[in-house]
């Protein structure tokens, strides 16, 4: 009688742990699925920042493409800020798409080898395509004028650098809501080649400071365990 009741406690005892085990890798499952996916995913950097010499036929969905690389907080009261980071990948996308309404799909032309080199300097520039909104119940015009907000981006917890330059903003408002866009520079790498953002940086944050108020946006990346160089996005060095 002994005998069976250990056995009958040792069957037991594998189907409790068999259970918790399914439980611990059901939950490991939907950990990484969260960081696979939402505005916390692990982004993968592109590491070709040269000028594309030909465009995919088939362009990819530059709109979800887009997405993945945006990021968006509130601002102030009833207020959001919203900011893409310009991959390589997702600028790539964007020139595919707008040579592809040119009928020149294939072959990226003048103006998007332009576009490319005001994007990013050969390599020196990091552009953000940023845009915000704002009830106007709650907001005054002038408040959202993006010149009194000042933007630092800072690479995992290195110094904040300040934007080199601006793009003209674009205003995009509406019966409900004040709006626009605009692009901002950031220093990517000096005339010397050296990092200025650090080499394989784990996420990225932009900080906006200024009225109506405050936000921080996180990009995060995974890690590029397999190169060997330790140099990213093709870079050498960034």
């Known amino acids: 009688m002994a005998s069976g009741k250990t ?14 085990a399914i439980g611990s890798g059901l939950a490991a499952a ?7 996916e939402g505005a916390g995913s692990y982004l993968r950097q592109d590491r070709e920042v040269a000028a594309p010499r030909s465009l995919a036929l088939d362009t990819p969905d530059t709109t979800a493409l887009r997405s993945q690389w945006t990021r968006e907080q509130p601002l102030g009261l009833e207020g959001s800020i ?14 595919a798409a707008e040579v592809a309404e040119r009928r020149s799909a294939g072959t990226p032309d ?3 080898l332009q576009a490319w080199q005001r994007w990013f ?20 015009e002038a408040i959202t004028d993006p010149a009194q907000w000042h933007l630092y981006l800072v690479a995992d917890d290195g110094s904040p650098q300040a934007p080199l330059r601006w793009s003209r ?29 650090g080499t394989l ?10 009225n109506p108020g405050r936000a921080e ?17 093709g870079l050498d060095p960034w």
């Open 7 to 20: 056995a009958t406690s040792t069957h037991r005892n594998a189907l409790k742990y068999g259970i918790r």
């Open 217 to 233: 946006l996180q990009w995060r990346f995974a890690p590029l365990l397999s190169d060997s160089r330790n140099t990213p996005w």
């Open 30 to 36: 939907g950990l990484l699925q969260g960081c696979l």
């Open 121 to 140: 300097a050969g390599g020196r520039m990091l552009p953000l395509i940023v845009r915000w909104r704002f009830d106007r119940d709650f907001h005054a």
């Open 169 to 197: 903003v674009t205003r995009k408002d509406d019966d409900e809501a004040w709006g626009g866009t605009f692009t901002v520079w950031f220093p990517w790498r000096s005339a010397d080649g050296r990092s200025v953002l």
């Open 201 to 210: 940086p784990r996420r990225l944050r932009l900080q906006v400071v200024g």
């Open 82 to 95: 919203a900011a893409t980071l310009l991959d390589p990948a997702v600028a790539r996308a964007m020139l």
């Open 110 to 112: 003048a103006m998007a």
